[in-house]
């Protein structure tokens, strides 16, 4: 079993929908809770940074973490084909980041 | 404020070469770290630096693979023998310390195709 699992998608959406991206995890030792979007052949760029349980709210963005049910999410509102992108979940005890596999989000006019 | 910077951008080289990459991270970060990416999953760290002593190389191929950070600033990583499976997207990032894994900022990446 991997220790972050994360359904590589494609998801394909129509613009203005809301976008519901998750992970799930099986290390209880995870404490920092991430999200990187990645556009083709660009390096991972950071979206959202969250420690332990709650939600944190950034614009369009929101990201939620239940450690009680090793579940996180983020949603995103109103999406433009701008976040036409590979979303990343990343998370770690302090230290080394483990990643998902990403999920192919495709935002359409 | 420059973002990490990554070289060559694509390298295509056959199997049991040899193969060289270079990163230059932003400046006054301490912690370096170089990862692979595979095609269609996440990055998964290779190494990480503290200024220019190893932090983390467990899943590193020892055999093939080396990497050093003289002086504490730039940083190769290298390849060799290459193998097919060696093919992917090597990425460079780099974060002020090491306490907060959130903050790592990524360069845009070498594509190594092994044939």
């Known amino acids: 079993q991997k220790e972050v699992e994360q359904d590589p998608g494609p998801l394909s959406v129509p613009e203005g929908a809301i976008v519901s991206l998750n992970c799930t995890y099986s290390?209880?030792?995870?404490?920092?809770f991430m999200w990187y979007r990645q556009y083709s052949r660009k390096g991972p760029e950071l979206l959202m940074y969250?420690?332990?349980?709650g939600n944190k709210e950034d614009g369009r963005f929101t990201a939620q973490v239940d450690k009680s049910s090793k579940y996180i999410s983020l949603f995103i509102r109103d999406s433009q084909p701008s976040d036409s992108a590979t979303y990343l979940c990343?998370?770690?005890?302090?230290?080394?980041?483990?990643f998902g596999t990403g999920t192919r989000l495709q935002v359409t006019l | 404020e420059a973002g990490v910077a990554q070289s060559p951008r694509y390298k295509i080289i056959e199997k049991r070469q040899s193969v060289a990459f270079w990163c230059n991270p932003i400046?006054?970060?301490?912690?370096l770290y170089w990862y692979q990416q595979i095609l269609g999953q996440g990055p998964k760290l290779l190494i990480q630096?503290?200024?220019?002593?190893?932090?983390?190389d467990s899943q590193l191929p020892k055999d093939r693979f080396s990497a050093e950070r003289l002086k504490g600033v730039d940083s190769t990583l290298k390849i060799q023998p290459a193998k097919l499976e060696d093919s992917a997207v090597y990425l460079c990032?780099?974060?002020?310390?090491?306490?907060?894994?959130?903050?790592?900022?990524f360069g845009p990446g070498t594509r190594l195709t092994v044939t």
């Open positions: 990032a780099s974060s002020l310390g090491s306490g907060s894994p959130g903050e790592q900022y």
């Open positions: 290390n209880s030792a995870f404490q920092y």
């Open positions: 969250t420690y332990s349980s």
């Open positions: 990343a998370m770690s005890p302090p230290g080394k980041l483990t």
């Open positions: 400046s006054g970060h301490a912690t």
């Open positions: 630096f503290q200024n220019n002593g190893v932090v983390d």
